[in-house]
């Protein structure tokens, strides 16, 4: 079952059901479920945004696990409810997936841009611009177990807050990015004391005292950072990659951000004995030479496209290949998911009808010849030949011709009796 949502909607979310936003809308409160567990609930966003209202105590759009798509949010004169972590989305402890979502809230202390606190979620191809207070994460907020892919953040990140997932996070994050400053004791992917897994992200916001261009202070746990970069510039005792006190395992990571008193290009001041660096290293300024030399997926040619990295010049910075894919997607999808409905209905439409018309009308001209043959091939083409045999025995009635000769013989004979 489809349903369209306007300003008359009634807000109660029915298992089993597709929701179509039809128009930007404003909401003083977020939906409710009928059914807590959000069973086969979509909502397609069709590229539209939901504004938070005059609501200083919002608890999430979704409090089920709704699978949701290509829909913003923003906030007028509303904040996060303090206190229970939601993020700008989906409420806190709420799992369910997001798609080409965008957050331009200000994420409060705990809270998340697309997902609250303790979220198992998945979020694909999603963005927030809101700046983050502190323990937050532009995309999951603190103690995540979700995922993020594709994911990026350039809202200002608070103290041991995060670009992507908030402090105390366990998910995994692959081929995410942050441009923002990083707070004391953050991180661009990862906050204060993860214990996560980052592939092929990277970090260009400076970055605090103690803080980590891709994970925070004091992580926990069997942390993994692979094939990463930064190139933020990194506050006292911070780290290009992860922050003061690293732990874990650190693979093919690059650093080009300036460094200051205590601070390291890969870790940062005080690295726990367990840490384990594989093939990583740092230089004064980006260089393409160096960063083949430490990062994998990159372009053969500058510019280039490389099956991670893409080049957009010589000795400037790589940028996410699948980024690049994927905005180009978010605007197609954005752009397209709208008349995600028309076109289909219209296209199966359009198609009947051309089938139709170019038949009829073509049956004049190249249809009927063809269609004559092929499914008449005894009766058209015999049928017409003997008619046509017919009337060329009608020329046999040139007996009129004999008859006109007797006649003129009878004159003749009349003529040479007058005569004699």
């Given at each position: 079952m489809?349903?369209?949502?306007g300003?008359?909607?009634?807000?109660?979310?029915?298992?089993?059901?597709?929701?179509?936003?039809?128009s930007?809308l404003?909401?003083?409160?977020g939906?409710?479920?009928?059914?807590?567990?959000?069973?086969?609930?979509?909502?397609?966003?069709?590229g539209f945004?939901?504004?938070a209202v005059s609501?200083?105590n919002w608890?999430?759009?979704f409090?089920?696990?709704v699978?949701?798509?290509n829909?913003?949010?923003?906030?007028?004169?509303?904040?996060l409810?303090a206190?229970?972590?939601p993020?700008w989305?989906?409420g806190?402890?709420i799992?369910g997936?997001a798609?080409?979502?965008?957050?331009?809230g200000?994420?409060?202390e705990?809270?998340g841009?697309?997902?609250g606190?303790?979220s198992?979620?998945t979020?694909l191809?999603?963005s927030n611009?809101g700046a983050?207070?502190?323990?937050?994460g532009?995309?999951?907020g603190?103690?995540a177990?979700?995922?993020?892919?594709n994911?990026?953040?350039?809202?200002?990140?608070?103290?041991r807050?995060s670009?992507?997932?908030?402090?105390y996070s366990?998910?995994?994050a692959?081929?995410?990015?942050?441009?923002?400053?990083?707070?004391?004791?953050?991180g661009?992917?990862y906050?204060y004391?993860?214990?996560?897994?980052a592939?092929?992200?990277?970090?260009?916001?400076a970055i605090g005292?103690?803080?980590?261009?891709?994970m925070g202070?004091n992580?926990?746990g069997?942390?993994t950072v692979?094939n990463?970069?930064?190139?933020?510039?990194?506050d006292?005792d911070?780290?290009?990659?992860?922050g003061?006190?690293?732990?874990g395992?650190?693979?093919?990571?690059?650093n080009?951000g300036?460094?200051g008193?205590?601070?390291?290009g890969?870790?940062?001041v005080?690295p726990h004995?367990?840490?384990?660096?594989?093939?990583?290293?740092?230089?004064?300024?980006?260089?393409d030479s160096?960063?083949i030399?430490?990062?994998?997926?990159?372009?053969?040619?500058?510019?280039?496209t490389?099956?991670?990295w893409t080049?957009v010049?010589s000795?400037?910075?790589?940028v996410?290949t699948i980024n690049?894919?994927?905005t180009?997607?978010?605007?197609?999808?954005?752009?397209t998911?709208k008349?995600t409905?028309t076109?289909?209905t219209s296209?199966?439409?359009t198609?009947?009808?051309?089938?139709?018309t170019?038949i009829?009308?073509?049956t004049?001209?190249?249809?009927k010849p063809?269609t004559?043959?092929?499914?008449?091939?005894t009766?058209?083409p015999?049928?017409?030949?003997t008619?046509?045999?017919?009337k060329?025995?009608?020329?046999?009635?040139?007996k009129?011709?004999?008859?006109?000769s007797a006649?003129?013989a009878r004159?003749?004979?009349?003529?040479?009796?007058v005569?004699k």
């Amino acid at each position: 079952m489809a349903v369209n949502v306007g300003a008359t909607f009634n807000g109660v979310l029915v298992k089993n059901t597709t929701y179509n936003l039809t128009s930007n809308l404003n909401l003083s409160t977020g939906f409710s479920c009928s059914d807590t567990s959000g069973t086969n609930i979509v909502f397609n966003g069709n590229g539209f945004t939901i504004t938070a209202v005059s609501n200083p105590n919002w608890n999430g759009l979704f409090p089920c696990d709704v699978s949701v798509n290509n829909l913003g949010m923003d906030s007028s004169g509303s904040s996060l409810k303090a206190g229970d972590g939601p993020g700008w989305f989906f409420g806190s402890r709420i799992d369910g997936t997001a798609t080409n979502c965008t957050n331009k809230g200000p994420i409060g202390e705990d809270g998340g841009g697309i997902f609250g606190y303790a979220s198992n979620g998945t979020a694909l191809r999603c963005s927030n611009s809101g700046a983050i207070s502190k323990h937050g994460g532009g995309i999951f907020g603190p103690n995540a177990r979700g995922t993020a892919t594709n994911c990026y953040n350039t809202g200002v990140i608070g103290f041991r807050a995060s670009g992507i997932m908030g402090n105390y996070s366990n998910g995994t994050a692959t081929n995410c990015y942050n441009t923002a400053a990083i707070g004391e004791t953050g991180g661009g992917i990862y906050g204060y004391q993860a214990n996560g897994t980052a592939v092929n992200c990277y970090n260009t916001g400076a970055i605090g005292v103690g803080a980590g261009g891709i994970m925070g202070l004091n992580p926990t746990g069997n942390n993994t950072v692979i094939n990463c970069y930064n190139t933020g510039a990194i506050d006292t005792d911070g780290g290009g990659i992860i922050g003061a006190g690293a732990k874990g395992t650190i693979t093919n990571c690059y650093n080009t951000g300036t460094i200051g008193s205590g601070a390291g290009g890969i870790v940062g001041v005080r690295p726990h004995s367990a840490i384990i660096t594989n093939n990583c290293g740092s230089s004064n300024g980006w260089s393409d030479s160096a960063a083949i030399q430490y990062l994998t997926g990159f372009p053969i040619m500058t510019p280039g496209t490389g099956e991670i990295w893409t080049s957009v010049g010589s000795n400037i910075p790589f940028v996410l290949t699948i980024n690049q894919t994927t905005t180009t997607t978010t605007t197609t999808t954005t752009t397209t998911t709208k008349p995600t409905t028309t076109p289909i209905t219209s296209t199966t439409t359009t198609t009947t009808k051309p089938t139709t018309t170019p038949i009829t009308s073509t049956t004049t001209t190249t249809t009927k010849p063809t269609t004559t043959p092929i499914t008449s091939t005894t009766t058209t083409p015999t049928t017409k030949p003997t008619t046509k045999r017919k009337k060329s025995k009608k020329p046999k009635k040139p007996k009129k011709p004999k008859k006109r000769s007797a006649l003129h013989a009878r004159l003749l004979f009349f003529a040479t009796r007058v005569q004699k």
